[in-house]
């Protein structure tokens, strides 16, 4: 699980800016020792006109970033979701089946693999057996949470062809064990569908051109000054970009992506809890 700094400066995505920033102040330290010494001029552009570069840049990066963002909420609220259906599946299967200790926990281990094995196919590493449960299990299938949804229905679908719940009782459990699946599409569509690359790209270019351009304009007004005034803006304009790239596909393991292991323990926890509860 993830960590979060108590540090109130602590910004994640600093980290990936670090390398750019170097480049940009070597960058700039060689445009304040060479320009002088040549006969260059870059009265083309002003600060006024560079500015308002800036500001159509900044414009164009809070759109992105808005974009993603409602990618990573969208995927905050999709395992919100799996956790309210994982534990009103269980509840309910107790209750209206009724299911006894052993029964309840096999429901709970399943509730609580497909979470697991979820999180782990969104990542691209997914197998059955890693879950500890499941270790001995000889199938290798291609969709491991997939798997976990399909026994979850065959057991639902076990009780119906017993005579233990009726069509009513199955309209009652169904839309829970339908979620899991749904929340596996939902996430999935999030994963496989990047932003169009022309945004990006042209939006990434500008950013460079900017950037590029700015020691040269900074350093004829305010020398040496002009180092930190670049980096800074520099870093807020890389920052954010980075920032937007994470969130776009929110479900690696980054500070900035969601904290899916925490979701996934919540959602084992309750339903354990729930699976042994009298």
């Not at 990066?61 to 269980?90: C, H, M, P, Q, Y």
Request: with cysteine.
């Amino acid at each position: 699980m993830k960590s979060p700094s108590k540090s109130f400066l602590w910004i994640p995505a600093t980290r990936r800016t670090l390398p750019w920033l170097a480049i940009l102040a070597l960058y700039t330290v060689a445009v304040q020792l060479l320009v002088p010494l040549t006969a260059l001029s870059f009265d083309i552009w002003d600060r006024e006109a560079l500015g308002s570069v800036g500001l159509i840049l900044s414009l164009l990066i809070a759109f992105r970033n808005k974009v993603t963002f409602d990618r990573w909420w969208e995927g905050r609220i999709i395992w919100g979701k799996l956790v309210n259906d994982s534990r009103n599946l269980v509840l309910k299967a107790k209750a209206a089946v009724p299911l006894n200790e052993v029964e309840a926990s096999e429901l709970a281990d399943l509730v609580g693999g497909f979470a697991h094995a979820l999180l782990r196919h969104l990542r691209g590493s997914g197998r059955l057996q890693d879950n500890p449960r499941y270790q001995a299990e000889v199938e290798q299938p291609a969709h491991v949470p997939m798997w976990f949804a399909a026994r979850v229905f065959s057991l639902i679908d076990g009780w119906r062809r017993q005579n233990r719940i009726d069509g009513f009782t199955l309209l009652y459990l169904e839309p829970h064990a339908t979620a899991l699946m749904d929340a596996s599409g939902a996430c999935e569509r999030i994963r496989n569908t990047p932003l169009p690359p022309t945004l990006t790209g042209v939006l990434r270019l500008g950013i460079v051109l900017y950037l590029a351009y700015s020691p040269l304009v900074a350093t004829k007004t305010m020398g040496w000054s002009a180092l930190p005034a670049v980096l800074l803006a520099g870093y807020i304009l890389l920052v954010f970009e980075m920032a937007s790239e994470i969130m776009e596909n929110p479900f690696g393991t980054e500070a900035d992506d969601l904290d899916l292991e925490r979701y996934v323990e919540v959602i084992k926890d309750s339903v354990t809890e729930i699976a042994h509860l009298r």
